[in-house]
């Protein structure tokens, strides 16, 4: 199973950005899709998840400013940031669930003036 995130680089607060996450390879069945994240010195948190039939979780943190979907013709996710936040920076990894965990590689953003 390989992941393929973009999307990821620098913006200043309160702009946008898009993630994307692709797999492909040996996978039966996705069943979560998600996003977490680790800034500098601080573990990895959860983002958004997504289930296959749409269901979605969000930390508290982005609520409201991120919306997360998924493609399931195409085994993709998105992870659409709006109002981005000084505090948003870190490094992002795709995650996915199908009966196994798989990660992606990171993709870095980077809020800043």
């Known amino acids: 199973v390989h992941l393929v995130e973009s999307g990821g680089g620098l913006v200043q607060p309160g702009g946008s950005l898009r993630l994307s996450c692709a797999a492909s390879?040996?996978?039966?069945?996705?069943?979560?899709m998600g996003w977490y994240r680790q800034a500098p010195g601080k573990e990895r948190e959860l983002v958004a998840l997504?289930?296959?039939?749409?269901?979605?979780n969000y930390a508290d943190s982005v609520k409201g400013r991120f919306i997360i979907s998924r493609d399931n013709a195409k085994d993709t996710a998105y992870l659409q940031m709006n109002s981005l936040k000084p505090e948003d920076t870190a490094v992002y990894y795709c995650?996915?669930?199908?009966?196994?965990?798989?990660w992606g590689q990171g993709t870095q953003v980077t809020v800043s003036s």
């Open positions: 390879g040996s996978i039966f069945s996705i069943n979560v």
């Open positions: 997504i289930t296959y039939d749409s269901t979605t």
């Open positions: 995650y996915v669930h199908a009966i196994l965990n798989y």
